[in-house]
């Protein structure tokens, strides 16, 4: 069974960085691509950032780019995101998630990953 347990959400203020962690627990992660998912209130989930199996390939939604950054650490079954200039509109619950993927690249959609975290609850106040 495939665990993944996020952490390192809470408040901040406009301007100010997070750093979000998900442990993956079950299965082999290096051979897992992830991504970071979010969703505001009232909203979709959408992709932010994701990463494909070997940590090569990545994506960010331009809405983040240049501002996140999404690392895979295949020795700690471990996958971040480092959140700096955060605005109010990074307002959201954060999920990370995993597939096994048929492709060496990184995957974007919601229904193209089968495990999912909790969520972290990010807010950031002006």
């Known amino acids: 069974q495939v665990r993944l347990v996020e952490s390192g959400g809470g408040p901040v203020q406009a301007g100010g960085s997070l750093t979000l962690s998900c442990v993956v627990s079950?299965?082999?992660?290096?051979?897992?691509?992830m991504g970071w998912f979010r969703q505001a209130l009232g909203k979709e989930r959408e992709c932010v950032a994701a990463?494909?199996?070997?940590?090569?390939?990545?994506y960010y939604a331009a809405s983040v780019e240049g501002r996140f950054t999404i690392a895979k650490d295949n020795a700690k079954n471990t996958v971040s995101l480092q959140m700096d200039s955060l605005k109010r509109d990074d307002t959201a619950v954060y999920y990370c998630?995993?597939?096994?993927?048929?492709?060496?690249?990184?995957?974007?959609?919601?229904?193209?990953?089968?495990?999912w975290g909790q969520g972290t609850q990010v807010t950031v106040s002006s």
């Open positions: 998630a995993a597939v096994l993927p048929r492709h060496s690249r990184y995957y974007t959609e919601v229904d193209e990953y089968p495990y």
């Open positions: 990463v494909n199996w070997n940590g090569g390939t990545t």
């Open positions: 079950g299965g082999t992660f290096g051979t897992y691509a």
